[in-house]
């Protein structure tokens, strides 16, 4: 996943902002919310109509909405390898710039539906007029629901975010970037009491999360403010990467002894503090928790639930129960390919059983040692390696940016997902990355994880959202944006890719696969059976067990993710059918006109659109390959 990512999305910062402070409204509207844009806030002239063309006037405007938007996210900016004034300070939490934010979108919309002529606009600027559109209201929509979004939970909270953002995105190349970091450190303490309060709030509300969370993310937050300089333990993980990044700077030993002193102070004090106020309403709404049930249970829970839906499928003609049958349709369908699998290595016994012993088999595992995570980080490189030897037959134009493969963190290992992946920085300077959670080796199994390589590398999310950065034709909403149904869609298409261009040989690799994907179809039905038809907890994890070969861990695991983070998982499964079905309606309608390489190009240099865009966009490829 863009972080499966959550754990997909993957989650990357730009997403991980949406959700808690978002994206787009008038400076008159701003300032009546309490919110002012910065006094940089860029402007960007628009041409008049009679030395311009409305693409280009278009194109102008979008720039404007992003840049403007842009300075209220001092992290996008970070993430986005931009140092400005605001290279210190955290995103506006509060529900006052929430609030604003919407009056934002409310006035951007006006403004091109008045503005703007969309009949004279080229194919290229109407689907980003669409995107635009579909993107604002889309978070219209979510705004509404904002209350219901679990501000404490284990798989994708703001306040674990921070010391994530500080290491993977606060680069410190000078003094003043090592000041901005202890500046961070301190003014997280204001953060994370307006997220406390907001959290109690919430809870207030009746809206709280499920108990399970509460152990998961207690613990994170005590790992994040525990060790030295705040305590005689080991070194604090943050501490530890500001204290190695200000040691790589070329100043004298007493300067460096200077900023790491204020450094350990910042930690030991507003950093502790606000991680204090935060964990203190986490447990409050601990005390209240009762069971691990879906959203449906809480206020407005089946109008929440439906908004779900739509926000991670782009699709607002789609049931709950669809949904559910279609799951179980696709579950039945792959189950019978594993049959054929199962018979082709000789097992005999029920699928079951044989589910079982895919679990036991010990060639399916390396040892749960620092010498087995090694290895097995080897071969996912090479499984990579792989497929770029390839890719030219599939593939057209390839990202230029750097992967690499690591672990997951020890410190996040409790909470962070099976695999994510994280988008490289606009500038170049921090590669792609695809991460692996090797916490516990017993529980990695080696057939699936040869799928999960191609899906959050390549040729998934790395061909993907690495080349939509990449993209110089594209504004820039639309090349560090997108929506999990494409993005995971994609993710989940490219392991069934990987096999059309001759990999997973081993017939074990293949029911890896195949595991995969019944995993994202069985998703279906348990995301929906936990949050429309009310099952369990447990009756998921059954179902899950029943119907893959993942491990217990692995399903409890995506379970309580589901719980947590409702609707996300319907992404995947939703998205690849789409593609799949497109392809095969291009290969009907083309016949040996179709060419692989060329349907890629139009699905990935088009950036992640909303899947009725694709068909859209297909479509008029087919028109075009017809009339050439």
């Not at 439906?306 to 559910?324: F, K």
């Not at 560090?480 to 994609?490: K, L, R």
Request: charged share 25%; net charge negative; aromatic share 10%.
């Amino acid at each position: 996943m863009r972080q499966e990512k959550l754990p997909i999305r993957v989650m990357t910062m730009a997403s991980m902002v949406a959700l808690l402070v978002a994206c787009g409204q008038s400076e008159d509207a701003a300032t009546q919310a309490g919110q002012t844009a910065p006094a940089d806030a860029p402007t960007i002239e628009i041409e008049a109509e009679e030395t311009a063309t409305e693409d280009e006037r278009l194109a102008a405007f979008f720039e404007e909405v992003f840049e403007r938007e842009l300075t209220f996210s001092p992290l996008f900016e970070a993430d986005l390898g931009r140092k400005t004034e605001r290279y210190g300070e955290w995103d506006d939490a509060s529900d006052a710039a929430a609030l604003a934010e919407n009056e934002r979108r409310v006035a951007d919309l006006a403004r091109l539906s008045d503005e703007f002529d969309y009949t004279v606009l080229s194919l290229a600027s109407q689907v980003s007029y669409d995107q635009f559109v579909y993107d604002l209201e889309n978070a219209m929509r979510n705004y509404e629901f904002r209350n219901n979004q679990y501000i404490a939970h284990h798989t994708d909270s703001y306040a674990l975010y921070l010391p994530v953002a500080l290491q993977n995105f606060h680069a410190v190349d000078t003094v003043s970037d090592a000041e901005a970091y202890i500046s961070r450190l301190e003014k997280s303490e204001s953060l994370l009491k307006v997220l406390a309060e907001r959290l109690a709030a919430q809870t207030a509300s009746g809206v709280i999360a499920p108990e399970f969370v509460y152990p998961k993310i207690l613990t994170d937050l005590n790992n994040i403010i525990s060790g030295a300089p705040i305590d005689d333990g080991a070194p604090n993980a943050v501490y530890a990467d500001f204290e190695a990044k200000v040691n790589a700077l070329d100043i004298a030993d007493d300067e460096k002894t200077g900023l790491l002193t204020r450094g350990a102070e910042a930690l030991s004090g507003p950093w502790k503090r606000g991680y204090e106020a935060f964990r203190t309403e986490v447990e409050v709404a601990q005390g209240q928790a009762d069971g691990n049930d879906g959203v449906w249970e809480h206020p407005n829970g089946e109008a929440y639930y439906a908004n779900r839906i739509y926000n991670y499928t782009t699709l607002d003609t789609m049931t709950a129960d669809e949904i559910h049958d279609l799951g179980l349709q696709e579950v039945a369908r792959i189950q019978g390919e594993m049959e054929a699998i199962k018979a082709q290595v000789g097992f005999e016994g029920t699928l079951k059983a044989f589910f079982e012993f895919i679990r036991n088999d010990p060639n399916n595992y390396f040892p749960n040692t620092d010498e087995g995570r090694e290895a097995f980080l080897e071969r996912q490189r090479g499984l990579v390696e792989g497929i770029f030897e390839k890719a030219d037959t599939f593939f057209n134009i390839l990202p230029k940016a750097d992967l690499e493969v690591r672990r997951v963190e020890p410190y996040r290992e409790n909470t962070a997902g099976i695999a994510f992946y994280n988008s490289p920085s606009a500038d170049g300077s921090r590669p792609d990355i695809y991460y692996t959670n090797l916490r516990d080796m017993t529980a990695v199994q080696k057939y699936v994880h040869t799928a999960i390589a191609y899906h959050e590398s390549t040729p998934g999310h790395h061909f993907q959202l690495a080349l939509q950065q990449e993209m110089t034709d594209l504004p820039s909403f639309r090349k560090y944006g997108g929506n999990g149904a494409f993005i995971e869609g994609w993710a989940l298409y490219s392991e069934l890719l990987a096999k059309e261009m001759g990999f997973y040989e081993d017939p074990f690799e293949d029911l890896g696969r195949l595991q995969n994907e019944v995993w994202r179809a069985v998703r279906l039905v348990v995301d929906t059976g936990l949050h429309a038809k009310r099952w369990t907890r447990e009756q998921a994890i059954e179902y899950f067990l029943e119907n893959t070969p993942l491990s217990e861990g692995d399903a409890t695991t995506e379970i309580e993710r589901y719980i947590a983070r409702p609707g996300q998982a319907l992404s995947y499964k939703i998205g690849m059918l789409k593609i799949q079905a497109l392809r095969a309606k291009a290969e009907a309608e083309l016949g040996d006109d179709f060419d692989i390489r060329a349907f890629h190009d139009v699905v990935l240099q088009n950036g992640a659109v909303p899947l009725p865009v694709l068909e859209r966009l297909i479509d008029q490829h087919v028109t075009d390959v017809r009339g050439s």
